[in-house]
């Protein structure tokens, strides 16, 4: 069963404003794939998904400490500033009292994760908030004078779409010209401060409470690489998070890394062979749709980055599948066989709401537009909770 498994398995001050705008990250409305025979049956009793996960059939989610009884494992994906979006998903989860064991990420995603483990160790549920909201109010100070924010007049006519935006436009052609090797050699990046300043990777690396994988790109052989807890520092999330067109290869133990979601956007299959989690929610930002083919060289260039960045996932997606109808078939035996069988994978994801802001937006991290997204994901996070067992539809 193993060997099934595997088989299936120039100027500083600009590139400074330029990587303060850039980092963050998922997408938000309900899905749920249709649990194994009997399983529907148990769940039904429950009326809400939230009080599913509780544990506590017709009554309110109840808050449980740290480390209790995790029920969830959670999915990240990337997304540039989007990653707010995934903040206020995460925000409401903890405010309800969910709990976790395990969770996977990539890019934001994996900022994201780390903040929130690291501020669970820290102090539990209201650790976990207050990291998240630390790591995106920063990342919003740290954009507050970059040259690509979009000003009054810019959100009067397009709100906060940016693909016309002149500098962003500018941005795009600057990166086609010069590499990070050229325009930033020494590989300023102010995330990496943020993570020394506020992890304490030394304990994240000892803890077992809640399991992280992160993912990176290996560079020379193009595969995935996968960050567990006792392999997180700092440069390894920023290797999650590197797009090879705004910072240098991330070197680690001898090998170089770039972004994680060119090969898992997020990792999807890990935290079902390594965790005993049933229910996987996936918090997807960019949905990978488009209304048709895209006509100007900027959008064919945009669809051309969406697709690469959303394959990952399809490809995760429709191998979780084929593998789950294996186990339910009785073809795939053993503990995983049997954790695939049973597994129930929830989504939550923006959906139009978030496509309406532009791929452009991703690199946008002003704190209005952070707030923004924090909040729709918040309330999408609610609806998903408060959702019935037998009505959440894929």
């Not at 740290?66 to 540039?80: D, K, S, T, V």
Request: net charge neutral.
């Amino acid at each position: 069963m193993a060997m099934q498994w595997r088989c299936l398995k120039s100027n500083f001050s600009y590139i400074n404003h330029l990587n303060r705008s850039f980092h963050a990250i998922l997408c938000c409305s309900a899905a749920y794939l249709t649990p194994p025979t009997g399983a529907h049956k148990r769940m039904s009793d429950n009326n809400t998904i939230g009080q599913h996960l509780a544990g506590r059939p017709g009554k309110a989610i109840s808050r449980r400490g740290a480390g209790e009884n995790p029920r969830l494992a959670l999915a990240l994906q990337g997304g540039g500033a989007h990653g707010a979006f995934t903040w206020g998903v995460l925000d409401t989860l903890i405010e309800h009292g969910v709990s976790f064991e395990a969770i996977s990420g990539a890019s934001a995603g994996s900022f994201n994760a780390v903040f929130l483990v690291h501020g669970w160790l820290e102090d539990g549920p209201d650790g976990a908030r207050a990291a998240l909201a630390t790591l995106w109010k920063r990342i919003g100070a740290k954009a507050a004078f970059s040259p690509l924010q979009s000003n009054l007049m810019d959100q009067l006519t397009s709100g906060w779409n940016m693909d016309g935006n002149s500098r962003h436009m500018g941005l795009d052609l600057f990166t086609r010209l010069l590499s990070p090797y050229q325009f930033n050699p020494l590989d300023m990046n102010p995330l990496r401060d943020l993570l020394v300043d506020q992890i304490d990777f030394e304990r994240l690396q000892k803890s077992r409470q809640i399991n992280l994988f992160l993912a990176a790109t290996d560079v020379e052989n193009g595969h995935l690489k996968l960050f567990t807890n006792r392999e997180i520092t700092a440069e390894a999330v920023l290797a999650s998070a590197t797009l090879p067109w705004l910072h240098h290869a991330v070197k680690i133990n001898g090998r170089h890394y770039w972004d994680g979601g060119f090969t898992a956007n997020p990792p999807i299959l890990p935290l079902l062979e390594r965790s005993e989690a049933q229910d996987v929610l996936l918090v997807r930002l960019d949905c990978g749709t488009s209304d048709g083919p895209p006509v100007t060289a900027r959008a064919i260039q945009a669809r051309l980055n969406q697709i690469m960045f959303t394959a990952p996932l399809n490809h995760d997606l429709d191998q979780f599948a084929d593998l789950q109808r294996m186990a339910r078939e009785g073809l795939l035996g053993g503990p995983l066989g049997q954790r695939l069988a049973e597994a129930r994978l929830h989504m939550i994801e923006g959906g139009d709401d978030l496509r309406a802001f532009g791929q452009a937006s991703k690199l946008n991290a002003q704190r209005g537009f952070l707030q923004e997204l924090h909040d729709l994901g918040r309330d999408r996070a609610e609806s998903w909770l408060n959702s019935g067992i037998d009505t959440t539809t894929k």
